[in-house]
């Protein structure tokens, strides 16, 4: 039990652990792909993230029409971010199938909890991937609040 509760703390601590979960690393915003991916800078090196625990519609996918409010996400996205310095916190898994880092995007200027800030203001909806789940509940109380009050998203589109 104390080992489980110390593995919580850091994870939400956003202290590396030098493992595959958890931790956190500092980088710059390059590039905004679309709502919910980013090119970082990274030690170095480029770095494609995808946010954790959202889902933006979709405006650069291979095969799909460009969704609506896609460009309107995308849009934000690049104006909370591009050029920012970001801290990348991580959850159990550090990549998806498509090698991007999967990250809970903070400005390390004033904190803003990006992932968190698209959901409510209705930019973005929740995807929950376990074992990704570190703010699950906090994202699905914010959607359903932007749902209720016909934010972003939740007025422009005809969302099930």
Known sequence: MLLLAAAGFVLLSGRDNGGSGGGSENATVIRVVDGDTVVVSLAGRSERVRFIGVDTPESVKPGTPVQCYAKAASAET??????RRVSLRY??????????LLAYVYRRDDGMFV???LVQRGYARTLTIPPNVAHADLFARLAGDARRRA??????????
């Open 151 to 160: 934010r972003g998203l939740w007025r422009a589109c005809d969302v099930a």
């Open 115 to 117: 992932n968190a800030e």
């Open 91 to 100: 959850d159990a898994e550090r990549r998806d199938r498509y090698g991007r």
């Open 78 to 83: 690049e104006h909370l971010l591009d050029g």
